[in-house]
């Protein structure tokens, strides 16, 4: 019985894993080591950026369990899994703090424009006189694309900033305090803000468009911390290179790692790479769902986490 790492994992996770279980990196194979080998893989472990095909999964006769440290499991191909028996277990929960909390450093660093102060102290000018006047952020209007456990908590963090919160979502959520706007224009055109919490795949895919950014307008920021599958990439550059949004805080893109020059060296603009959830205290509690539900499977006992 074989555990195949598909992805990059933290070297703790990996240490632990080749401690307990035959372990083998598919990065290491080549394809007849993979082939020699495929036989007997019951497990994949990978990630919220790899993707998990589904000729991929039909290769590995003996698959049960497909492992994803993240709570994204968009790369999977959940649907081929599910026809060929194997189980699918993600980290949702854990990760949600540093997501929300990374989302609402974007949201403050582009309208104060703090990486761009930094580079004007740090580029000499300020003996030259003070920085730009910026845009202020408590009491602004707040649109969340996707309501789930990050979306909510984005919303928490965001209600303490005295922010009017209304979002988006497959349907209403009558528990939450906050209104619902279903058209996504429509909750563009009411917002200072939009923030993407929505999951990726292709139900979402390029969800927010040319219109939503028009309706957004010229004032508005465009948030992403969910998939970069989410925003039409295209449609982004071209808003921002005609003015048609304020800007954008981005930690995640179309094709990462890549990261389009366009979207670099703007004042607007604050990107990270991919990093909402990378804390080591999050990436430890995302390490141990990963190898709890991996022990349980082997364990023949219920998954801990498994996707919906
Ligand atoms: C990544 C994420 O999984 O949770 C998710 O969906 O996108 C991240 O936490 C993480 O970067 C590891 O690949």
């Not at 911390?225 to 805080?249: C, Q």
Request: proline share 4%; aromatic share 6%; glycine share 10%.
């Amino acid at each position: 019985q074989i555990v195949l790492k598909q992805a990059g994992l933290p070297d703790a996770l990996t240490a632990e894993l080749s401690e307990r279980y035959d372990l083998y990196e598919l990065a290491q194979l080549s394809d007849s080591d993979l082939a020699a080998i495929a036989g007997n893989v019951t497990v994949v472990i990978t990630n919220g950026e790899a993707v998990v095909t589904r000729e991929f999964i039909g290769s590995l006769p003996a698959l049960k369990l497909i492992a994803v440290f993240g709570v994204g499991y968009d790369g999977v191909d959940v649907a081929a899994a599910r026809d060929h028996g194997v189980a699918v277990t993600h980290t949702p929960g854990v990760l949600t703090d540093d997501v929300a909390d990374l989302a609402i450093g974007l949201m403050l660093t582009v309208s104060r424009k703090i990486v761009a102060a930094q580079r004007f102290i740090e580029q000499g000018n300020w003996q030259a006189g003070g920085f730009q006047w910026t845009r202020k952020v408590s009491g602004k209007r707040l649109g969340i694309i996707g309501m789930g456990r990050i979306g909510q908590a984005i919303a928490r963090r965001a209600s303490a900033f005295d922010m009017q919160i209304t979002y988006s979502d497959r349907q209403e959520n009558a528990a939450l305090p906050w209104g619902y706007i279903s058209d996504l224009p429509a909750l563009a055109q009411s917002s200072d803000f939009l923030m993407v919490c929505a999951p990726g795949g292709a139900g979402t895919k390029a969800l927010v468009n040319q219109a939503v950014l028009e309706a957004l307008g010229p004032e508005g920021v465009l948030i992403n911390i969910s998939r970069g599958s989410v925003v039409d990439e295209a449609a982004l550059i071209s808003a921002l290179d005609t003015h048609r949004i304020a800007g954008a805080g981005l930690d995640v893109f179309a094709d990462e790692p890549q990261v389009p020059v366009s979207l670099q060296q703007r004042d607007n603009v604050v990107i990270t790479p991919h990093m909402a959830s990378a804390t080591w205290e999050t990436r430890r509690e995302m390490s141990r769902l990963v190898l709890e539900n991996v022990n349980a499977w082997f364990a023949g006992q219920p998954l801990v986490t498994p996707v919906p």
